[in-house]
């Protein structure tokens, strides 16, 4: 069984809440049974507080003796001195005390007969100045608060105070079990709320998640012309203008590889229809089968194989998948290779070529320091072939060709040629396959309109890049990083 997002958001939203409102509730209820004891115990310290001014104003005692030997019954002593207790002395206990007013006085059914320590369950224990109960002489634990006990000639003993740990009475004992039944009707309330308002929220969350699917779902089926109409500023809206971004290349890449096939199979069917019109010729007799025949028929076959190479290579190189035989090459004498092989052709179209090395132009003849780096020397041999045959093809008459190489933190060969150069749309589609600056092609001069294409598989192989620019008022500058 699958859950859809709706469903696991749902999950894990309620999870969230309820591991929330847990934790809310068991923090509350020990709060509360933090602050509840503290506050009693904070009441019993008032109380001791009246207690003692109590003894003080009633006995005056010189010493703890003259208190602890009256006749008069220890709980009726602490009945009348905490009458205006609120929190654990009954209604019964009489009216409330204010500072500085006299205290009641005790009961008619007052027992004078009555003497010796607290009876079972007092808050309170008489200590001496020792630290020890009066009663049975037991040391007091240290961490009892103590009030003291003030004689006319100074603190003559002291009232413990037994801390509060356990509820000890059924009042206290029913007021905290509503407290806590009162968090927790709270918690589970707040845990129902989060979970119904969940459902709408995760629909809210999610209702654009499900246009964007629709979106790509018509994407993959080939609707390149489906748009996503989410605006909203944050993630899902950049989102949303990705998807609309991919549906834009995915049309341009559609309409590119039309233009693509149309364009190769007009390149291969041309100097197959030549090649056809000539031999058929020949066979009706209507040229002769002479060596001039021979030498055209061949010129439009290598046309045609060229192309046919060159498609394949292109290929091979854009599966990433061609081994690299790396080796200390040097670029320099490279360069100057291909301007010698090339030679004849530039002076039919009068280029002159200039090679640079860190600035400083070589001349022909001149020795120049080797500039090596590790390359495969058979595919960097044909990047720089290309460069130079796109130049030659595409440069006016009595233009110019350079070549600069330089080293830094990686190889820089930067390309160079006069005009024309490029339209500014058109420099980000110089390394399309098939893709010519000039739209009325040439056959002539043996282009195949991938040549760039191939330089830049070749350089990305290699783990470098490059771009193209125009120069101010000449040509083209192609640009290649090497690492």
């Not at 809310?24 to 310290?45: E, M």
């Not at 009954?90 to 205290?103: L, Q, T």
Request: net charge negative; with cysteine.
């Amino acid at each position: 069984m699958t859950f859809s997002v709706r469903h696991k958001l749902a999950f894990a939203l309620s999870m969230l809440s309820l591991a929330v409102c847990t934790g809310i509730y068991l923090g509350l209820r020990d709060d509360f049974n933090r602050d509840f004891n503290f506050y009693l115990n904070q009441v019993r310290i008032n109380d001791a507080h009246r207690l003692a001014e109590y003894v003080e104003t009633e006995f005056n005692p010189t010493a703890i003796e003259d208190f602890a030997t009256s006749r008069r019954e220890w709980s009726l002593i602490e009945r009348t001195a905490m009458a205006g207790s609120q929190a654990i002395m009954p209604p019964e206990a009489g009216p409330h005390h204010r500072p500085g007013e006299p205290f009641p006085h005790p009961p008619p059914h007052f027992d004078p007969g009555f003497r010796g320590p607290p009876p079972p369950g007092s808050p309170f224990t008489l200590v001496d100045l020792n630290n020890r109960s009066y009663f049975d002489k037991l040391a007091i634990d240290s961490t009892w608060p103590k009030i003291e006990i003030n004689g006319p000639d100074g603190v003559i003993g002291y009232f413990a105070i037994r801390p509060f740990v356990e509820r000890q009475t059924k009042a206290t004992e029913l007021y905290n079990k509503q407290q806590q039944d009162y968090f927790l009707a709270t918690v589970l309330v707040a845990l129902i709320v989060s979970i119904a308002a969940a459902w709408p929220i995760i629909f809210v969350l999610l209702k654009p998640l499900t246009q964007i699917s629709e979106t790509v779902t018509k994407l993959a089926n080939h609707d390149y012309q489906a748009k996503s109409e989410i605006k909203s500023k944050d993630e899902l809206g950049e989102l949303s203008k990705n998807i609309n971004f991919l549906a834009s290349k995915l049309a341009s890449h559609d309409r590119y590889q039309s233009e693509w096939l149309s364009q190769i199979s007009h390149d291969l069917r041309t100097p197959a229809s030549i090649m056809l019109a000539e031999i058929e010729a020949i066979k009706d007799g209507v040229y002769p089968l002479t060596k001039d025949a021979i030498e055209s028929l061949e010129t439009e076959t290598k046309r045609l194989d060229n192309q046919i190479n060159d498609l394949h290579e292109l290929s091979v190189l854009k599966c990433g998948e061609v081994p690299l035989h790396r080796q200390e090459t040097d670029v320099a004498e490279m360069v100057r290779s291909v301007a010698k092989d090339t030679q004849t052709l530039r002076q039919s179209c009068n280029l002159d070529f200039s090679l640079y090395v860190d600035g400083k132009k070589v001349q022909e003849e001149e020795q120049v320091e080797p500039v090596k780096w590790p390359l495969d020397r058979e595919k960097m041999y044909r990047v720089i072939v290309n460069l130079m045959q796109n130049s030659i093809r595409y440069s006016h008459k009595g233009g110019f060709i350079n070549c600069k190489l330089l080293i830094d933190k990686g190889l820089k060969l930067i390309w160079e040629d006069s005009a024309p150069g490029v339209l500014e749309e058109d420099l980000g589609k110089i390394f399309d396959p098939m893709f010519q600056c000039h739209k009325n092609r040439n056959f002539n001069n043996g282009s195949s309109g991938i040549g760039l294409s191939i330089v830049s598989a070749i350089v990305k192989l290699h783990g470098g890049d490059v771009s193209a620019q125009n120069i101010p008022n000449k040509g083209l500058r192609l640009t290649v990083n090497l690492i």
